[in-house]
């Protein structure tokens, strides 16, 4: 991710400056969002970032998941993108890669969370209900 980002940062901002187009500058992040979803598509990448405990509580399934989902989302901001450049005026243009974008990956990270932290509690109490043995009744001992 660290090197595709430096990539896009050198290739898109030579690109700008060669084309002084105010639409290329607008469909630009349509560009990013789309090679960072296609990067995102790789199984496994949301893994690293994950902290040991999301990776002992959490099935692999769900990862890869979340994953794709934010791939999905990459992709879907990405066409949005297009459409608000293409059919709206740069500053309504500019309101939406502000709020609009920015907005759904705070609310997707959100989704995420606690979703995640559901899921995690839920196993733990799983485990832990599981490991308790009966214990002899400790009431019927007599105290001298």
Known sequence: MQ????????TLGAATLITNDSRFMMAKPSLIHFA?????LRPGWLD????????EHLPKGVLKLAGFAWAGLMFLLG??????????????????L???????????????Y??????IVRDIAAHAT?????????TKRIAV
Do not use: C, E, H
């Open 79 to 96: 066409l949005i993108n297009l459409y608000v450049a293409a059919n709206f005026s740069p500053i309504v243009w500019g309101y939406f």
């Open 130 to 138: 599981a490991t308790i043995t009966p214990q002899a009744d400790d």
């Open 98 to 112: 502000a709020f609009g974008a920015t907005g759904a990956k705070v609310v997707a990270f959100l989704i995420q």
């Open 3 to 10: 090197w595709l980002s430096l990539a896009l940062v050198i």
């Open 48 to 55: 690293r970032y994950m902290p040991p405990i999301v990776k």
């Open 114 to 119: 606690f979703v995640f932290r559901f899921l």
């Open 36 to 40: 960072i979803g296609a990067v995102m």
